[in-house]
């Protein structure tokens, strides 16, 4: 990294220096270059060093047709039909004049029309946009809007948002796909999924891509403004795909429940995607709920899940949690938030074969750049981790230069991983990706031995009374009460104060709590300035679909408890 004094520039020293004894570069790689070959050539070499998205899959289903690929419902598809399906109907799209470089919005839960449109997509260079199926319609029609979507396709239960959402957005043309989950005809304008899927044309398609072509474009939740679209290429996919798989513990052999929504890159791209270039079998469940999560984990003898620690407690306070068998459950893994120790606990008793990862990153990142290990998971317990094989992380001050190790201060990273950046948002881009690094907003420090504890969104750390406090840090003294299921701490504005600190606990079931119990704890574990002003005693948290606690509605909905704050 250099020393702690200087900044995150760019290393020019290699580029600057002589190549040979005062030749310039230029001149020395005129002598050893390769010889010129006309287009016709160029082009046959590039494609046969092809490796994009859909290569992936093809590349999968000729190593090992005959293995399950997908399970969904009543679907059970090989790697062959995968692979067939998915050609069908990338050769459907490009019949309805879907082109390399045109966006398509998804709107639908989990699926195997989905997963297979994720790939078809990919194999015509269409850039796929995936959109939280938990927006309304007008969040829905900006996002249609700001991309320039050239169709839409909509699970039948979503119909009359998406078809609301394209009147909105003044989309009166384009593609509308329709996937019927429950059986319901498509809507007046869409086209039934079902009908691309048996498209008579399943040969591979003959577009070519590069490694840095756009393939996806994620819009990031949009906590405080609207969300911003985040350009994929394969690179970046594939790049994260062999850090999830070699840090991971990721193999061939593993069938994974995906029960988490795939709109979100976590589920999608540190475990779906891996999983199909391995040659891993993949349950897809529309959704995590816990009784149908857990069948699905038994009935299917799943080695392997992925879930944030909200999900991971759902299943351990499941009426079906003690009755399943969960004996081929291996390997579990974690993300979004940090795991609070007394559940990492609660589930190392109750699956005691499990091994579990600690994925954190974001979706500019593709999205995973640290991971902790199971063997780091005890003694190192709200880590993040080390870097993963393909990134490079430092930690850096106000000015953008390297911290001494043990010092706070900004995630960033470089890597193969990173994005093309925010679609559309050049200064965006500039901001986060100053220096050759992308900025994260994350707050984190690096230990001795190199591993790195995040600290806070830097919009979630609490300025209280001239003192930072770290959200997380009192939401784990609060986990410690053993009549505690879930609790969030976060800030309001308050007129002496700044900000006060505010905690919203839920009970787990069949306990009693009171705000004075957990005032009166957290009194005897931290400093004053950290302790709560305000608890409130709720029923659950607000939460997206990925499971992921949403603060920014807590705020909101308790501005009311200071005074003179708005409710």
Known sequence: MGAADQGLQPDTARATAPAHHGESLHSAVAEVGPTPFDAELTEAVRRARQHSIGDVLRRTSRRTPGRLAIVSGARRLTYQDFNSIVNRVANSLA??????????ALLSR?????????FATAKIGVVLVPINFMLGSSEIAYILSHCGASGLVVEDALGDTGTAA????????????WIALSGAAPAAGFEDFGNWAEHSDDGEPAVSINDDDPLRLMYTSGTESRPKGVLLGSRSLISQYVSCIVDGGMTADDIEVHALPMYHCAQLDCFFGPDVYLGATSVILPDPQPERL?????SEHATKLFAPP???????????????????????????AAMPVEVLHEIRRRIPQIRLWNF??????????????PEEQVAHAGSAGRPVLNVETAVVDEFDRPVETGEVGEIVHRSPHAAL???????????????????????????????????DRKKDMIKTGGENVASREVEEIIYRMGTVAEVAVFGIAHPRWIEAVVAVVVPRLGATIDAEDVLTHCRSAMAGYKTPKYVVIADSLPKNPSGKILKRTLRHEHAGLAPGGDP
């Not at 019949?95 to 398509?104: A, M, P, S, W, Y």
């Not at 394209?166 to 796909?177: C, D, F, M, Q, V």
């Not at 909200?310 to 979004?336: E, N």
């Not at 500019?364 to 902790?372: K, N, R, Y």
């Open 166 to 177: 394209l009147a909105e957005a003044g989309i009166a043309r384009g593609l509308r796909g």
């Open 360 to 373: 954190y990153g974001q979706t500019e990142m593709a999205p995973v750049a640290t991971i902790l290990p």
């Open 95 to 104: 019949v309805r004049d879907l082109t390399k470089g045109d966006r398509l």
């Open 294 to 298: 857990l069948h699905a984990l038994e």
């Open 310 to 336: 909200t999900v991971w407690i759902s299943l351990l306070r499941s009426p079906a949690f003690d009755s399943a068998d969960l004996s081929s459950l291996r390997k579990g893994y974690y993300g979004a």
């Open 421 to 455: 950046g925010y679609y559309l948002d050049p200064e965006k881009t500039a901001r986060a990706f100053r220096h050759g690094w992308f900025h994260s907003g994350d707050l984190g420090v690096f230990d001795e031995q190199g591993r790195l504890r995040i600290v």
């Open 110 to 118: 989990n699926s195997w029309q989905s997963a297979v449109l994720t």
